[in-house]
Antibody
Framework: EVQLVESGGGLVKPGGSLRLSCAAA????????MNWVRQAPGRGLEWVAS????????YYKDSLKGRFTISRDNAKNSLYLQMNGLRAEDTAVYYC?????????WGQGTQVTVSS | AIQLTQSPSSLSASVGDRVTITCRAS??????LAWYQQKRGKAPKLLMY???TLESGVPSRFSGSGSGTDFTLTINFLQPEDFATYYC?????????FGPGTKVEIE
């Protein structure tokens, strides 16, 4: 059974940093593009970033470039999102999802709240 | 970036109804479109991809059609468990944009 479990969310002050993790199990992790998607309270889904299986291809939402960094450790079956310079508008549930041409498995999400 | 719009933004329907949701892309995306269902407080769930290929386990009352810029998700014989928000997403280019969602509510 495929499992994606996010962690690392929490309450952080504006300007602060957080590192989200996503632990994967039940599939050949290094063969899959992995993605981060977020959802602000009461809002729709927003794609954040994607990373290919070998980390050769990395893409970000334009407005997040320079503040967010996606990475992965295939030896640990883990995906990461380093978030710096956090702003109130980054408050959201952050999901990891697997897939290149469809996001076929999703984690349960981790809440990130940016507030003073 | 390719923009996706969905219509309607919300609708009310009854159990047994047929429901149609439209997704329109700002430029042609071939058949690179997926649909997701999200229930309140839960992660999204993939319903179908490549416009009309049902994900394993998804009931056949869900169907998809379209190509290029105009796409449709149809739910036949709406069931109580189908009341949720539905999102389209394009995979033709990065960023992998989502539509704004269509909320299907009980009438």
């Amino acid at each position: 059974e495929v499992q994606l479990v996010e962690s690392g969310g929490g309450l952080v002050k504006p300007g602060g940093s957080l590192r989200l993790s996503c632990a994967a199990a039940g599939f050949t992790f290094n063969s899959y593009t992995m993605n981060w998607v977020r959802q602000a309270p009461g809002r729709g889904l927003e794609w954040v970033a994607s990373i290919s299986g070998s980390s050769s291809y990395i893409y970000y939402k334009d407005s997040l470039k320079g503040r967010f960094t996606i990475s992965r450790d295939n030896a640990k079956n883990s995906l990461y999102l380093q978030m710096n310079g956090l702003r109130a508008e980054d408050t959201a549930v952050y999901y990891c999802a697997s897939g290149t041409y469809r996001f076929d498995n999703w984690g349960q999400g981790t809440q990130v709240t940016v507030s003073s | 970036a390719i923009q996706l719009t969905q219509s309607p933004s919300s609708l009310s329907a009854s159990v047994g109804d047929r429901v149609t949701i439209t997704c329109r892309a700002s430029q042609g995306i071939s058949s690179d479109l997926a649909w997701y269902q999200q229930k309140r407080g839960k992660a999204p769930k993939l319903l179908m991809y490549d416009v009309s290929t049902l994900e394993s386990g998804v009931p056949s009352r869900f169907s998809g059609s379209g190509s290029g810029t105009d796409f449709t998700l149809t739910i036949n014989f709406l069931q109580p468990e189908d009341f949720a928000t539905y999102y389209c997403q394009q995979f033709n280019s990065n960023p992998r944009t989502f539509g704004p969602g269509t909320k299907v509510e009980i009438e």
